[in-house]
Nanobody
Framework: VQLVESGGGLVQPGGSLTLSCAVT???????????LRWYRQPPGKEREFVAF????????QYKDSVKGRFTISRDSAKNTVSLQMNSLKAEDTAIYFC?????????WGQGTQVTVSS
């Protein structure tokens, strides 16, 4: 399976961005069988969890600092998972990755850079 993120960029504090992750290359399973996550890695820091969505989309979880500002969603018709980010802050600056686990192995995209700066 391959995961490809897009939608990153430079945005001013208080602005919005929507990240998207396309999931392809299924073999022996379907998109609707996959739980999906967004992580981020701020400059000079460890990678951290941001958001989770269950395979059916009925369970969503968020890092405390993004609750109420970020929304994770999935589109089974397009095999994508998105992260709507509002009220962005400088501390949201990071490389954002989507991830899923298949047969006990975590799969990652290459990441997309989000920079929040005036």
């Amino acid at each position: 399976v391959q995961l490809v993120e897009s939608g990153g960029g430079l945005v001013q504090p208080g602005g919005s961005l929507t990240l998207s992750c396309a999931v392809t290359g299924f073999t022996g399973f379907t998109f609707s069988s996959l739980d999906l996550r967004w992580y981020r890695q701020p400059p000079g820091k460890e990678r951290e969890f941001v958001a989770f969505i269950s395979n059916l989309g009925d369970i969503k979880q968020y890092k405390d600092s993004v609750k109420g500002r970020f929304t994770i969603s999935r589109d089974s018709a397009k095999n994508t998972v998105s992260l709507q980010m509002n009220s962005l802050k400088a501390e949201d600056t990071a490389i954002y990755f989507c991830s899923t686990r298949i047969s006990g192995i975590d799969r990652w995209g290459q990441g997309t850079q989000v920079t929040v700066s005036s």
